[in-house]
């Protein structure tokens, strides 16, 4: 990844910025020789705020998106900041309401051995409080992910990460302040026909480009949360305070500039704008996890065709063949989507297959059709994650014991697949039914890791090499 450049305060603001433009000039035409490099983050704006957020954080919080960790955690920035700068580290496994909680300690376990000096957490701004009951049906169907009444502070993941941040500044912070409130939260019952609170809440937009670090400087602890577009950097922030205090967007690039936000007078959170790291992931899985913006998209039955081989579309969103053929291809699926939905031209009247194509990467994106990867050796070790004994904590942080499993369960499709070589990481799908997101239309618009697509006889599996 780029780094800030060396500099001084004897330098005036022009030459830095001179500086900085000549070495991301350099860098891009450097890393232009790599081969298979994927879709990244090109603004040099954007990435002076990363380096702005990691100068000024105590502690920085990477978060990814539990569907894909391992293609949206950069190495050479846990190399950096641990390694080069001397500071902590917390990786986030995001949205765990989304996968199974095996599946979920196993990728805890996984990052744990690959990077020790790394904090892992997990969080969910959805916790089953917060969100519509889901009844599913038998079988396997859509995911519903729709927040009910206000927003409540996901208490018991921001319990965990408080709990971390104390252990890592010691009595050097007073920290008692955020226990207190996330106490408060915890017992707090909420009339879901309130209104919103209207808190005061500073939001500060600072000049930080002669920033001096001071650790714990004033008794405060800043904390920086960096990671990709669409895995919910701005939601966990807004999850953490109980209320909307950063805007939200499904499009990639929403938050243009870095904030600061005070959780507590003693701590303060600063939200990095989501940018994607050089790799070589494929195009279609950046797609998939919102790194690529959706609406830019000019071909998307690629995509489509890489999601329906891992995933039973036909039987999921229950289409109906328009030839009645057996055989299915990804226009195929897209034309019997759009039927269903009544996506039609404007002019012809003809199905409009790109605006259906569309649809379905969004449902993608937004959880309703969830693909995930697994671990190395997931096949193997099924079993001993299954009955690891941090399944309940994971349990805990989603909320499940609040309310009947049986309103929120999930159903995961058994692979065929053989197992796979130890360095392997395979994806698979799991899904919930909710007959309500069958008639909703989805329109709104808001590592070092290098792997190779193998080809697989199952076509509800993919290999991906774990570089």
Known sequence: MPKRPAWDFSMSKEELEAREQRYFTSYLKNIESLANISYFELNLETWRQLWRVIEMSDILLIIVDIRYPVMMFPPYLYNYVTNDLGKEMILILNKVDLAPAALVVAWQEYFKTKY?????LVFTSFPVYNLRQNYSEEGEGLKSRRRKG???????????????????????????SWHEKIQEEM?????????????NVVIEKKDTSYFAHEKYKSGVLTVGCVGTPNVGKSSLINALMGKKVVSVSRTPGHTKH????????????????GLVFPSTVPKQFQILMGSFPIAQVREPYTTIKFMAERVDLPKLLKLQHQDNDDTWSAMDICDSWAAKRNYHTAKAARLDTYRAANSLLRMALEGKICVYAYPPNWSKEKERWESHPDIDTVKWIQARSRTD?????YSERNDSSSDTEEDDVETNDEHETSEKDRSEDSEEDSSEHESQISSVSNKFGVLLADA
């Not at 909420?190 to 609170?197: I, P, S």
């Open 116 to 120: 020790p000096k790394l904090h892992i």
């Open 150 to 176: 206000k927003l409540k502070m996901a208490a018991e993941g921001a319990q965990k990460i408080m709990e971390t941040c104390k252990e890592i500044v010691g009595d050097k912070v007073d920290l008692t």
């Open 187 to 199: 017992h707090l019952e909420y009339d879901l026909d309130d209104l919103e609170r209207k808190d």
């Open 258 to 273: 870095f904030q600061t936000i005070y959780l507590t007078k003693n701590v303060c959170l600063c939200d990095c704008p």
């Open 405 to 409: 499993e049986d309103t929120y369960k």
